[in-house]
């Protein structure tokens, strides 16, 4: 399910001394299937933005269409909207209130008014689908781990069964194990159910591993919007409003300077292994012809 932005301005506190513009003339589109990074600076309006997407928030002006239709149209369903957009918050302990983490999980489906097999079926899908533990089914979600907080606050958005998934930085906090767990799920999520996935990070590393398409945002307005390759290219711009690229990425660049014939859009290890590697056999060949 498609999302279209058209002109999206965003002001908080409007009309008072506190009066902020946020967001500047966003223009996106976001298809079915894609799989996006958004990234920005602390205060870039990356949180403002996402809760667009879900009618969370109202444009001061401008539209957030949802498969051709503005959510805030007369009529517009926004209950069911936010069934198929689904918004996964920063800190978990904002969605989850249940006695424990089963209940929590079924309090979506439940509230679109399926039948009791169905609400506990989806449930358990979803927290399987999350690598979720069934020990941890009966406990109350706030004796889990920062990690199996997170899967639970996930699993209890899959459970309505998405078109959409946003995620806000969902790996802060976490050690690289869990950080990797959270998002390999995600990504098989993506390839099994060819949901869109929204993903706002700060780690260069897991958006340059995980994305197709990549948004920059910078003081509320769209800098870059392009594949990893094309925005880590602009690594020097990205620094001046306080991001960077992948930190292979700069090893990448230290090592053409040096004379090493490789690629400069290598944006993950691996593609960096395969090119220096590549590069080194295409070296010794040429001193063997030699």
């Known amino acids: 399910m498609s999302i279209q932005i058209e002109h999206l301005n965003y002001i908080y506190s409007a009309g ?52 051709g239709t503005d959510i805030f149209a007369d009529g517009f369903d926004l209950r069911r909207l936010r069934s198929k957009v ?3 918050f920063q800190y ?13 999980v079924c309090f979506g489906p439940k509230n679109l008014g399926l039948a009791k097999e169905e609400i506990e079926a ?22 889990l781990s920062g ?11 899959l459970a309505m069964e998405p078109e959409i998934l946003v995620l806000d930085e969902p790996t802060a906090g976490l050690d690289p194990k869990g950080r990797d767990d959270i998002l ?12 869109t996935v929204v993903l706002v990070s700060h780690s260069m590393e897991d958006i340059a591993r995980y994305v197709e398409r990549i948004i920059v945002l910078n003081h509320g307005s769209v800098l870059f919007d392009d594949t990893p390759r094309e925005v880590f290219c602009h690594y020097q711009e990205l620094e001046k409003v306080g991001l960077a690229a992948p930190q292979v990425t700069y090893l990448v660049h230290e090592l053409r300077e040096k004379g090493w014939d490789l690629p400069a859009e290598v944006t993950t290890v691996d593609e960096a ?12 060949q040429s001193q063997q012809e030699a």
Request: glycine residues 8%.
């Open 122 to 143: 989806r449930a358990l899908k979803a927290l399987q689908q999350v690598g979720l533990k069934e020990k941890y089914y009966k406990m109350s979600p706030f004796e």
């Open 147 to 157: 990690g199996q907080k997170r899967r639970a606050a996930i699993a209890g958005i």
């Open 92 to 104: 978990p302990e904002h969605q989850l209130f249940e006695t424990d983490v089963f209940t929590d």
């Open 273 to 284: 292994a395969q090119a220096i590697l590549a590069s080194f056999r295409q070296s010794h």
């Open 184 to 195: 390999n799920q995600v990504a098989k999520l993506h390839q099994e159910r060819k949901i």
């Open 86 to 88: 689904g918004l996964v």
């Open 16 to 67: 008072t001394a506190f009066e902020r513009q946020a967001l500047t003339d966003i223009n996106l589109d976001l298809p079915d299937g894609q799989f996006i990074g958004m990234i920005g600076h602390t205060g870039s309006g990356k949180s403002t933005l996402i809760q667009h997407l879900n009618g969370l928030l109202k444009p001061t002006s401008g539209r957030v269409l949802y498969n």
